[in-house]
């Protein structure tokens, strides 16, 4: 079985700043383009992604976002996990290893995406943006 959601990625080298350098990111996304099936198709090309593919996105900041899936189609987190399972889908078989999952374990797993914040930090070794306020971006960790 494959995870798109996988932990942490590293960046490549970076000539920026060293902290970028072959840096871990813990994104819980491989960033790749998965089928994602007909029950998440949209009808829209992009690029080389046909309709119903699309990028795996981050899971960090998930905790913050109102609205979930490519469209913002539901603001229920469960509901956005089981949109997921569908005719040539490739989440199919996690979708059903959540559903196997006891209610207790589904909850848990839950709150553990609800706690996905992603966190401003300042730091002088950082790039900076409009206004010189320098900036990074990082997953907080529970």
């Known amino acids: 079985m494959r995870m798109c ?4 990625a590293a960046t490549g080298t970076s000539d920026i700043t ?3 350098n072959k840096a871990n990111a813990n994104l819980f996304s491989d960033l790749l383009v998965h089928n994602m099936g007909q029950n998440l198709a949209d009808g829209v090309s992009q690029g080389n992604a046909e309709p119903d593919e699309f990028r795996t996105a981050p899971l960090w900041g998930l905790g913050q976002r109102i609205f ?11 509901d956005a996990i089981r949109q997921h399972a569908s005719r040539g889908s490739e989440a199919n078989e996690v979708i059903q290893n959540f559903r196997q999952l006891s209610p207790r374990q589904q909850q ?3 709150n553990f995406l609800r706690s996905r914040k992603a966190v401003l930090l300042r730091s002088a070794s950082h790039s900076r943006v409009a206004g010189g306020a320098p900036i990074r ?3 907080r960790h529970s």
């Open 18 to 20: 060293a902290d970028l």
């Open 5 to 8: 959601h996988t932990t942490d």
């Open 108 to 110: 848990d797993l839950l």
């Open 137 to 139: 971006f990082w997953e």
């Open 68 to 78: 979930f899936l490519h469209d913002g189609r539901t603001s229920d987190l469960p």
